[in-house]
């Protein structure tokens, strides 16, 4: 079957550091792959997405890229900021289905 | 962009009542709403999915007489756990999708506590 492992956390960096969480994953076909954010006390919003092998998602300073040869979805940041203290879920769909698979999550804290 | 309601976000109550949850799309129809409950330190486990008018599709291993889903309308979709036991204890969450867009919105939660 379809699954995600995630980093597990928590996480605590300091504002500005560079961020890595990792993300592999085992699915058949050509899964599309997620990032999901939780901020506290709202729901989970997309924060980026991949379709095929070696696009790469992005948004708000947030990258990742599908790399097939690896079964992996990193998501990585630059610079990190305090508002960006979250909870970040991997998770992936079959290509062709709406169900989606999650990670664990990942509880990112950036202290000032 | 789309929003989708979900209540309440925290409820406690005795082992044995039913509990209700509700999940609405507050400015889009949603064709397709998804329920997940997500253990500590665990991932959000697909519960069932739900079309508007017709009978949700559960998981397996998931409980469809305990879990009670209705898909009544394309705006709002509710989760009742009946008979509720302190195991049932967990985070429930609600997505929606609206046919023909590839997109998920998802509600904020609500924290279940069986005692």
């Known amino acids: 079957g379809n699954s995600v492992t995630q980093m597990e956390g928590p996480v605590t960096l300091s504002e500005e550091a560079f961020l890595t969480i990792n993300c592999t994953y085992t699915a058949t076909g050509y899964p599309s792959l997620f990032w999901y954010v939780q901020y506290p006390g709202e729901g989970l919003q997309l924060l980026l997405k991949?379709?095929?092998?070696?696009d790469k998602g992005s948004n708000k300073g947030f990258e990742a890229t599908y790399r097939k040869e690896t079964t992996s979805f990193h998501l990585e940041k630059g610079s990190v900021q305090v508002s960006d203290s979250a909870v970040y879920f991997c998770a992936l769909s079959p290509f062709g289905n709406e169900k989606l698979t999650f990670g664990t999550g990942t509880r990112l804290t950036i202290i000032p | 962009g789309a929003v989708v309601s979900q209540h309440p976000s925290r409820v406690i109550c005795k082992s044995g009542t039913s509990v209700k949850i509700e999940c609405r799309s507050l400015?889009?129809?949603?064709?397709?709403m998804f329920w997940y409950r997500q253990f500590p330190k665990q991932s959000l486990m697909l519960m069932a999915t739900s079309n508007e008018g017709s009978k949700a599709t559960y998981e397996q291993g998931v409980e469809k007489d305990k879990f009670l889903i209705n898909h009544a309308s394309l705006t709002l979709s509710t989760l009742t756990v009946t008979s509720a036991h302190p195991e049932d204890s967990s985070f429930y969450i609600c997505s929606a999708s609206q046919q023909g867009n590839y997109g998920y919105t998802f509600g904020s939660g609500t924290r279940l506590t069986v005692v």
């Open positions: 991949a379709t095929k092998a070696d």
């Open positions: 400015d889009f129809q949603a064709t397709t």
